[in-house]
Every structure is written in structure tokens, then in C-alpha cells.
């Protein structure tokens, strides 16, 4: 019991701090003090009192995708476990429901963007369905090898994987997590993929999308992409370390940790890499694939 | 005659259903005796079929909940030959979407296609509708070679009559020409097809094919079914009749050829393999290949369409995919001896025909009101029309969030279970190759998700690109209405699929020919977990819109005229916003090499070019390269072969990759089947 309230409070209040250790990361390897890492917290309580300004071309549809977006991924999250504790949803082919729960949010968030008729918000979510076509095999296939790896059918099983595989199964393992990696790059709009603070629409991908959005729906759909960089970011740590070596509550606080080094580590390549060419993104994202394809076939024998 | 059956209600089923043939059969012959001006054609029409298919629902639902099945002989009109009708689980199963659908589909066409506004051809519509509608019944029903072909002739000829109802269009003609060449290549194949079974049994009823008959005679009748079926299923790469053909049909009968007329393909091939015991594991693997080529490429190619009911018929290939990847793994299972694998594949087999029968039905129903109200099927044509027609936006987003296969509607349930039989031979030692479609129906899903957005986005959302759009109306309620009970089933289906797990479980047993009762989905899939996750999200959706509104409300009221945000461009037009062409490129333009887009673009030669043109579609590819001489696709092969090495390290490791795939498949499956 105290294991799904501990689970929700986690889910719920720590996702903004993840983007705010990104964004101080980033900002010391600038030289810059940056803001606080509790900044992202201010400015969803700021957004969240404003006004929504809608614009006349946008239908019900624009509405429903923030608050879809933020439902999704807090679904997704709920199948994920935190430190040793089972996650409060586990069944046999929930890692399908996970990886369609974001498709879902997807789908509407896109549909939001052309609903504005604007040519730069189409152009934001032609990109983000162009590219997550590579994603999802990426993903499907680190699923596969992890569930051949744990003989499990369910994401809370594939995710223990790692106990006692590490030295066995180093290299499918550390294949399956860089694959891991480059999606949550490319899910979570980070560097080598797409620029979240650039200034230029031409360039975005994620960020322009949401142009239109405004007040509490603005707020909803930054709160929703913090969510799915904690969830991306939970799943990741999971392939790359054995997370319930340490149980009960001492093992959830060392999570936690976890997940702030997986934070500080994409912050250090957004600050040392550079954004790669549109058209060179699916060459990233093809290698993901590659990646935990090889993972998957090394294990198939 | 004579009426063999264990229990009374199965003949009860048997008889309900062969009344309700008779009865859609008839249903447009009294308006060939009325003037084609009389409106009462078109209402006895469609009260025969509407009562008709109630009849058959009654029928088939009493079918799927019996096994075994009533059979009835008919005296042989021919020496030698016996008509046997029957009605099992199987039958009962694929004949509920013919009645549904058909019947809606009657309804719909009323209003789509006006006595008034068709005066030629509207009485050769509904007669060849209603026959169409008796001879799918009869196909599911035949027990016997003789009465299959007889009913599978009717259902080709008069399919061709409905496809060319437009003739007078000479693209409709083309399109209805291929469709009966194939047709007949498909018919060829049949008569060979039982031609060998009765070599094999002795007679032409359908039984069970023994696994001591020859291996070479079984593997030829498997190759028939493969092919006969696989080319009125539209399986590639047999499919170069479907695009055209389902493009030029009435919306209400593109309708019923999407979403059961090409079902009738699945349903020989899985009554053929079901007949034939223990089958070897190539079939299996066969189909599997199969699958995964119909479900990636089909998806591709609509990705390249812009006509939107050439879009969704590609969309039908791509979903045919999925259900033989279903049905393949069943095979792999029936061979592996695995009856979870069994279990798990047909269940989503089974369930994904229901599905996309549901769905892809309610589409074609959409883009028959779209084409209505704005008399354009070119996606570059539309825009905003979710403001002149909200009911036929909402329950088009409802049937594109089903396809896509995303919870919490119905196609999800039928993909989780082919992903979780794929996910169950995974993980099971020796077997791995028979997860690797995984992937590929994940790519799949992503790539409709991505089809579907710029369907419905450039659709109904953003603003008019026409006139014709912007002076858009709303389908009247005869045109909706069958669409929301579409709708509705889907979305129970998608909340409760428990529902739909005893007609399940009994069809599978009767394919596999084991008595019902053998193995639980319900063990097998979390049926009861889609339900709770699946209330959940409505539920969550639904509490945190109800928090928002009524800041968007205050926000629509205080400024309702603002502009999109045009960054610094102040003089944005509907013609800026993107296009349903340009929306997809960055994907299609990685699949240049298959879809072969034709590109007429303006050469831009001065400071000040004039008003110039530029247009963009795709073909399809298998049907055109059939024509090129032999000579010339070698020597493109060759030209082909130094374009491979390009520099791309990414590039040498994907070719190993597509070595290696191939080699390991064949290594592991010579283990399996040395063991």
C-alpha cells in the first residue's frame, strides 16, 4: 500500500525536477549559474494560474491533447517499477500498452499542431511522426531482449533483468540500454535530435508543436514531457543497472539518485554535442534499432 | 434434404442463417419492377436487407455460441456432386461483421446514393448489393467444394458490377477490369485447389486432410489457398487490384468490400488451414513473411496516397498483414505444438477481421460523407471540415484512433494479443525467430499513427483549402447514425473485450478441431486488465478535460477571434498551412525506392518565376513492374547493385544485419525441425 502512494507521489512530483537538472547541467557546462533546478516547478504554478489564449482555427481536438499528453504518460509510468517496489500495474503484454500509451499522446499532440493550420506547427508534427516510426522498433526490440532475458512478459519482469545478468550478459545488456538511450533522446526532444531551447521554428520539432498552447494547456503539456523523460529515464536506468539490489525504502531513494545521474548525464551530451542535421536523424535513430536488434540476436541462441 | 445436427438450436442457427441469405438475395428484385424514379425501390431494398441481416445476426450469434454445427445436404442437381450447407463456429464467426456491416452499409447508401441523384444505375446497385451480401453468406456456410465455388463466382461477379457502378468514369472501368482479372486467377486457382483436395478425400465435402496424404499434394493445395485467397484478401504482393478497385466502388460498398468482402479471403485461408493436419513450419514462417511485408508496406504505400479512399484501401493491405501475422503464428504453434501460440495468434487473427471490419467500415463510411459534402476525395482539397461537420469528425477520429491499433479502442486488444503470442514464442528457447514481426508490426503501428494524424489533421482540422470545404455541410442522420453504432461496437470491444472471448475461444476450437473448452483467453491475455486500463484512461481523460475547460472557455469568451501564432508572418492564408503530401515526405521519401513517386515539378530559370504547377503520386509498384520486360529489370538490378556501397557505415551494418536475419531464421528453424 505504502509502496503505490510512495510510487504515485514519486510519479507525480519529481518529473519537473529531472528537466531542471538538465537545464543547471547544461548551464554550468556553459560557464552560466542558470536557473535553480526548482525552476521548472515555478513555471508550471505560474502557467497553471495564467489565462489560455485559444486561437479561432483550433478545435476540441487542441484542447485534449495536453491533457492527453499528461495522462498517457502518467499511465506509462504507473507500469514502470521505482527502485525494488513492483510498479501498482503489471500484466502480461503491458509493455505493449506502454509503448502505444505514448503513440496515443502522440497522435494527439500532432493532430493539435496541424488543428492551428499553422505551416510551422505541421512542420513540428510531420517530424515527430517521421521520426518515431524508428523509435518504436527500437524500443520493441529492447523489449524483446529483455524478455528473453528474464523470461518475463511483463514489463515489471523484463526490467529485472538486469539482476545478476550484468557480468553474464554485458554486452546484449549494454547494446539493449544505448538503443534505450538514443530513443529517450529522440522521444524526449533532446539534443543531438531536436533543440528544446533553440529560438528558431524552422528547427524545432517538439517545441513547435506546442506554439499555440497556451496557460494551464502550455503548463499540462510541459508537465506531460517531464513525465515521459522520468518514465523514459526510470526504463533506462533499469536496463543499465541491477535497481533492486538495494530494496525497500533505501532502495527508492538510491533510484531517485539514479535517475538525477541519468539527468546529469543528458545534460552533458545536450552541452557536448551538437543538433544533428534533420534529414541525419533517422541515421541515429536507424543505429538505435541496429542496436537492440544486435542486443536481441545475440540473445536469441 | 436432410438436416444432420447434434443439438436443435444449432439447425435453428443453420436455418436462420440460410433464410437470411435468401432474403438479402432477393432484397433488390422488387425494385426492378418499379420505375427507377419510384423511391420505394430503394426503401424495400433496404428493409429487406436490414431485415435480412437481422435475421443473419441472430443466425450467426447462435453459430458462434454452438460447436460442431448443423449440417444440411441438398439432393445433387449434378451426378456425382453434393451441395452441403453448415454452420459452425467459424462460420458463425466471419458471417456477424456481413450482417452488421451490410446491413448499416444498406441504411448508409439510402441517403449516399439517391434514387434521384443515380437514376441509371440505382436499382443494378442495390440488386447486385444484396446478392453480393447472400453470396458472402453462402461462402461462409458452404461445406462442400461445389457450393463454395458456385457462391465465391456470385460473389466476384456481382463485386465487379458494384465496383463499375460509376462506369462511365474509364478509371472506374480500368479499375473493375483488373479486379475481375484477378478475380478469375483466383477462381483458376480454386477449382485446382479442390480439384486436389477431392484426389486426396475422395469427394468434394471439406474435411480434414490427413498429414499421411502426400506432402507434395497437401504442400500444392496450401500454395492454391495461399494464392487464391491471398489475392482476395489483398495480401502482397497480390494486391495491385485492391487500391483501384476499392477507390472506384460507392463509399457504402467500399465499405463492405474493405471490411468483409476481403475478409472472405481470410476465411478460406483459415477454414483451408485448418483442414490441413499438422502442417510443417514453412506455411507458418510463409505466412509470417507474408504478414509482415502486407502490414510495413501497406501502411508505406497509403503513407503516399492522397485520394483518401485509395489511402484507406492500403490501409485494408496493412491490416490483411496483421491478420496473417495472427494467423501465421497459429500455424507456427500448430506446428511447434505449442497451443498458447495457437491460441494467441488466431485470437488476434479472428478479433482483428471483426475489428477492421468495424473500423475500416465506419472510415469508408466518413470519406463517403466527406466526398459528399465537399465532392472531393483529394486530401489536398479539404481542411477545417471538423467545423462544418463535427459528428463526422468525432466518429472519424474514433475509427482512426481504432486502426492505429491505440487504446482504448478495439484495435489494441487484437494487436496486444499477436504481440503477446510473438512475445510468448520469444522468450521460449529456440524459437526466437518467430518474435522478429514484433518489430515490425511496432514500426507499423507508428507509421499508421502517422498516416492517420495527416488524414485526420489535414481533413478536418487547420483551415479550408477550397471552396468545396469551406461550404461543407453535415451527412444527415441516416448516414450518421450507422456510423455511431460502428462506433459504439468499437468502443466496446476496446473497453470490454471480454465479451468477445467465448466466440473467440469457440471459433479457435472449432479450427483446430478440438472440442471448445480446451484453453481459456482469458488465461492466456489480460482480458480483464484492458478493461480496467482502458477505464482508466477514459475516466482520467475525462476528469482532467472537465478541470481545463473552463479555463478555455473563459478564454474563448474574452477573445474569440485571435489568430494562430504566425511567427512574424503576418499574412498567413490556408494555403501556407502543410499539405497531406508534404506532411508525409520525410517518411516517404526514405521509401522513394518502393513507392516511385511521379514528380512534376517547376525548373526555376529566372529572378522572377511565373506561376507555375508542381504535383507529386505515387503508383503502385508491384502492378507496374509486372509490365516492364524482363530485360530491363535485370538491368536495373544490376544498375542497382553499385548504388549499395555508399560510404555509410550505418548503412554496411544494416545489409549484416538483413544477412544475418535470414541466415539465423533458417539455422534455428532446421534446429526445431530436426527435433
Known sequence: MWAVIAHAAVLALLPPLLGGVVTRTKALFAGRRGPGVWQPYFDLVKLLRKGVALSATTTWVFVLAPVLAVVTAVMAGLLVPLGSFAPPVAFAGDFVLFAYLFALGRFFTAAAALDTGSPFEGMGAAREVGFAWLTEPALFFAFLALARLSGSLSLAGMLRATEGAWLQRTAPLVLTAAGVFIVLLAECSRMPVDDPTTHLELTMIHEVMVLDHSGPLLGLVEYGAAVKLFVLDALLLHVMAPTARVTGWPGLALFVLGLLAVAVGIGVVESTMARLRLLHVPTLLIAAVLSCGFAFLLLSR | ?675
Open chain 2, 1 to 675: 434434404m436432410s438436416i444432420s445436427s447434434g443439438e436443435p438450436w444449432q439447425s435453428a442457427a443453420l436455418l436462420l442463417l440460410v433464410g437470411a441469405g435468401c432474403l438479402l438475395a432477393i432484397s433488390g428484385v422488387p425494385g426492378l419492377l418499379l420505375s427507377w424514379r419510384s423511391i420505394w425501390g430503394s426503401r424495400i431494398a433496404t428493409a429487406l436487407v436490414v431485415a435480412g441481416s437481422l435475421l443473419g445476426l441472430a443466425g450467426g450469434s447462435l453459430a458462434v455460441g454452438g460447436h460442431g454445427g448443423a449440417v444440411i445436404g441438398f439432393p445433387s442437381p449434378m451426378p456425382g456432386f453434393r451441395a452441403g450447407l453448415g454452420a459452425d463456429a467459424l462460420s458463425g464467426f466471419f458471417s456477424l461483421p456481413v450482417f452488421l456491416v451490410g446491413g448499416l452499409g444498406a441504411l448508409y447508401g439510402a441517403s449516399y446514393w439517391r434514387p434521384r441523384s443515380h437514376p441509371r444505375n440505382g436499382r443494378r446497385l442495390r440488386l447486385c448489393y444484396g446478392l453480393l451480401l447472400a453470396s458472402l453468406t453462402f461462402i461462409t456456410l458452404a461445406r462442400d467444394g461445389m457450393a463454395f465455388l458456385v457462391a465465391w463466382e456470385v460473389m466476384a461477379l456481382t463485386n465487379f458490377l458494384l465496383v463499375t457502378t460509376d462506369d462511365e468514369d474509364p478509371a472506374v472501368g480500368r479499375a473493375g477490369w483488373l479486379y475481375l482479372l484477378y478475380s478469375h486467377v483466383t477462381i483458376l486457382c480454386l477449382f485446382a485447389l479442390f480439384l486436389l483436395e477431392r484426389q486426396l478425400s475422395g469427394d468434394f465435402a471439406l474435411g480434414v486432410i490427413p498429414a499421411a496424404a502426400p506432402q507434395s499434394l497437401r504442400t500444392a493445395i496450401f500454395v492454391l489457398a495461399l494464392v487464391a485467397f491471398g489475392i482476395k484478401a489483398g495480401a502482397m504482393p497480390l494486391h495491385s487490384w485492391l487500391p483501384a478497385a476499392h477507390a472506384s466502388a460507392p463509399s457504402h460498398v467500399s465499405a463492405l468490400m474493405s471490411g468483409v468482402v476481403i475478409k472472405m479471403g481470410i476465411y478460406g485461408l483459415v477454414r483451408m488451414c485448418g483442414l490441413l493436419a499438422s502442417p510443417p513450419l514453412a506455411w507458418g514462417i510463409t505466412l509470417l513473411a507474408m504478414g509482415s511485408l502486407s502490414a510495413f508496406f501497406g501502411v508505406v504505400f497509403a503513407l503516399g496516397q492522397h485520394d483518401l479512399k485509395r489511402l484507406l484501401a492500403y490501409h485494408s493491405i496493412e491490416n490483411i498483414g496483421i491478420i496473417l501475422l495472427g494467423l501465421g503464428l497459429a500455424l507456427v504453434g500448430r506446428s511447434a505444438g505449442r497451443p498458447d501460440w495457437v491460441m494467441l495468434g488466431l485470437a488476434g487473427c479472428l478479433l482483428h477481421v471483426w475489428n477492421h471490419a468495424l473500423f475500416k467500415s465506419l472510415l469508408f463510411f466518413g470519406a463517403g460523407s466527406v466526398a459528399h459534402a465537399t465532392g472531393t476525395r483529394d486530401l489536398e482539397r479539404t481542411g477545417g471540415l471538423a467545423r462544418r461537420m463535427p459528428a463526422t469528425a468525432g466518429l472519424f477520429l474514433l475509427g482512426s484512433i481504432a486502426i492505429c491499433g491505440l487504446p482504448p479502442l478495439n484495435g489494441f486488444v487484437s494487436e496486444l494479443f499477436v504481440y503477446l503470442g510473438l512475445v510468448r514464442a520469444a522468450v521460449t528457447p529456440g524459437s526466437a525467430w518467430a518474435a522478429l514481426p514484433a518489430p515490425v508490426l511496432a514500426a507499423t503501428g507508428a507509421l499508421a499513427v502517422a498516416c492517420f494524424v495527416k488524414v485526420f489533421g489535414i481533413t478536418f482540422l487547420g483551415t479550408a483549402r477550397s471552396s468545396a470545404a469551406r461550404d461543407a455541410h453535415e451527412s444527415p442522420p441516416l448516414m450518421l447514425a450507422p456510423m455511431a453504432v460502428l462506433a459504439v461496437v468499437c468502443a466496446v470491444l476496446g473497453v470490454a473485450p471480454g465479451l468477445a472471448a467465448p466466440a473467440l475461444e469457440r471459433a479457435a476450437a472449432a479450427w483446430a478441431g478440438q472440442p471448445p473448452g480446451g484453453l481459456s483467453l482469458a488465461g492466456l491475455a489480460p482480458l480483464s486488465w484492458i478493461s480496467t486500463t482502458a477505464a482508466a484512461l477514459l475516466a482520467a481523460a475525462a476528469l482532467a478535460t472537465a478541470a481545463v475547460l473552463p479555463a478555455c472557455r473563459r478564454g474563448r469568451r474574452r477573445a474569440p477571434a485571435l489568430p494562430t501564432w504566425d511567427c512574424g508572418y503576418a499574412a498567413a492564408s490556408p494555403r501556407l498551412q502543410y499539405t497531406a503530401s508534404s506532411f508525409a515526405q520525410l517518411i516517404t521519401s526514405h521509401f522513394a525506392w518502393v513507392l516511385r513517386p511521379k514528380v512534376h515539378a517547376p525548373r526555376i530559370e529566372q529572378l522572377f518565376p511565373a506561376p507555375s504547377h508542381f504535383d507529386s503520386h505515387a503508383e503502385d509498384l508491384v502492378l507496374d513492374s509486372l509490365l516492364l520486360p524482363a530485360s530491363r529489370g535485370a538491368t536495373q538490378v544490376s544498375a542497382r547493385m553499385r548504388a549499395l556501397p555508399q560510404g555509410q557505415l550505418q548503412r554496411y551494418i544494416l545489409y549484416i544485419l538483413a544477412v544475418l536475419v535470414p541466415l539465423l531464421i533458417w539455422a534455428m528453424a532446421g534446429e526445431s525441425a530436426g527435433r
